[in-house]
């Protein structure tokens, strides 16, 4: 299991990013992203604080704690700004909050961040066929999100990298915002399934986490 979006009490989630990377460790994940929420006024300190404790932590435990962060809800134009910032800072993962279709996300988001250099773009909604496009000529991962609500627009993204040859650039992850957000590999699998992939083309999908996990380390 390798989850590339988790929040800790840094942000709004529940656990101590400690915790949380416990709680994967226990659960037999090979890695684990902590990516909270972040904008150009809290970037800064809670990256340093993410760094800080995966750094501390990583020694004791079998998982990888990456450090990382989700720039959320900025103004379009500041997020290539923000992502460099954030690389210069020490972030090993770098996520942006995509245009969900269950929050007012600035429009443009989605396009503003496949145009920067991030890793994985986030529940990224009713994502245009430009966008994934432009996703895989840059080799930016797309997110299918477990989370909720975010999860409604997970059948369009699929649907779309289909048909644009683009399933290889997929990530399945949870978002997850406390301890039973956290997914087993049959949930993901059901996650996966439930978002309209064949199973041969979940297999690849999943595959896919080992590739994002290649190039972070």
């Not at 990516?35 to 150009?40: A, G, I, Y």
């Not at 909050?97 to 145009?115: L, R, S, W």
């Not at 840059?138 to 649907?159: M, Q």
């Amino acid at each position: 299991m390798i989850d590339f979006h988790t929040h800790s009490l840094l942000s709004d989630g529940e656990l101590l990013p400690a915790e949380l990377i416990q709680r994967a460790s226990e659960a037999g994940y090979l890695a684990i992203g902590i990516t909270d929420h972040v904008d150009s006024g809290t970037l800064e300190s809670s990256l340093n604080q993410i760094t800080t404790i995966c750094s501390d932590i990583r020694p004791h435990v079998p998982v990888i704690p990456i450090p990382g962060v989700e720039i959320t809800y900025v103004p379009p134009s500041t997020i290539s700004g923000l992502v460099a910032q954030a690389r210069e800072l020490g972030a090993a993962l770098v996520v942006v909050h995509g245009e969900t279709v269950t929050e007012p996300v600035p429009f443009g988001t989605n396009h503003a961040a496949v145009k920067s250099d991030i890793d994985i773009l986030a529940h990224p909604g009713l994502i245009t066929a430009e966008d994934v496009k432009l996703a895989k000529k840059r080799g930016i991962f797309l997110e299918i999100s477990a989370r909720k609500d975010h999860s409604l627009a997970n059948g369009h993204l699929v649907r779309l990298a289909r048909e644009l040859r683009a399933l290889h650039m997929l990530v399945i992850s949870s978002d997850a915002h406390g301890p039973d957000d956290l997914l087993t590999a049959k949930r993901q699998r059901a996650v996966g399934l439930g978002a309209g992939l064949l199973p041969d083309e979940l297999e690849g999908v999943l595959e896919n986490a080992s590739r994002l996990l290649e190039k972070i380390e």
